[in-house]
């Protein structure tokens, strides 16, 4: 087994109602570059985790057992990859991530909000000690200026966490 793991944030149905507060527009180009993702790190071995968000008393957007909380179908998400239910903003809060990363030294990150949950499980996954690659080609946000912002301020305050567009990170 790799020493490596893909941690897919949030990549859920709610992000694409356009009835949705939540709506984050077309990302269809975004989704294949995660599959692209995905199906290069099954190529090198690397644990796949998708973790999804619930808000437990929503009726609307989140909602437990909404179509809201299923990870997005275009993405190839296979039986064999965990999924972590969390709760609270920080995928480590509460969940068994951790465990499912026992023996895991180098974390690669995709996900939906990049400023959100992205952006908390970096800053948990950091303090843990992991060495992070944050595919930011790979992370949304509800608009670019947020996105980039998010990603310099991250860049600015831990100089150890590698960003790279997915190009990069097959060239590597």
Same mark, same amino acid.
């Given at each position: 087994?790799?020493?490596?793991?893909?941690?897919?944030?949030?990549?859920?149905?709610?992000?694409?109602?356009?009835?949705?507060?939540?709506?984050?527009? /077309?990302?269809?180009?975004?989704?294949?570059?995660?599959?692209? &993702?995905?199906?290069?790190?099954?190529?090198?071995?690397?644990?796949?985790?998708?973790?999804?968000?619930?808000?437990?008393?929503?009726?609307?957007?989140?909602?437990?057992?909404?179509?809201?909380?299923?990870?997005?179908?275009?993405?190839?998400?296979?039986?064999?990859?965990? &999924?972590?239910?969390?709760?609270?903003?920080?995928?480590?809060?509460?969940?068994?991530?951790?465990?499912?990363?026992?023996?895991?030294?180098?974390?690669?990150?995709?996900?939906?909000?990049?400023? &959100? =949950?992205?952006?908390?499980?970096?800053?948990?996954?950091?303090?843990?000690?992991?060495?992070?690659?944050?595919?930011?080609? =790979? =992370?949304?946000?509800?608009?670019?200026?947020?996105?980039?912002?998010?990603?310099? /301020?991250?860049?600015?305050?831990?100089?150890?966490?590698?960003?790279?567009?997915?190009?990069?990170?097959?060239?590597?």
């Amino acid at each position: 087994m790799s020493d490596a793991a893909l941690i897919l944030i949030d990549f859920q149905e709610q992000w694409l109602d356009p009835k949705s507060d939540y709506f984050v527009g /077309d990302i269809a180009k975004i989704l294949e570059k995660v599959n692209r &993702l995905i199906q290069f790190a099954r190529k090198q071995g690397l644990k796949i985790i998708f973790t999804r968000h619930i808000e437990q008393d929503s009726k609307t957007d989140f909602a437990p057992n909404s179509k809201g909380v299923e990870i997005i179908s275009l993405l190839h998400k296979d039986k064999k990859d965990t &999924l972590i239910t969390k709760y609270r903003i920080n995928p480590f809060y509460q969940t068994k991530l951790e465990q499912e990363l026992v023996g895991v030294t180098k974390v690669v990150v995709a996900g939906i909000l990049t400023n &959100l =949950c992205v952006r908390s499980f970096v800053e948990a996954a950091y303090d843990r000690d992991f060495a992070i690659t944050v595919i930011a080609d =790979c =992370c949304v946000a509800f608009d670019q200026k947020t996105q980039d912002f998010t990603i310099q /301020d991250l860049k600015n305050t831990r100089e150890e966490i590698q960003f790279m567009d997915l190009e990069e990170y097959y060239a590597r």
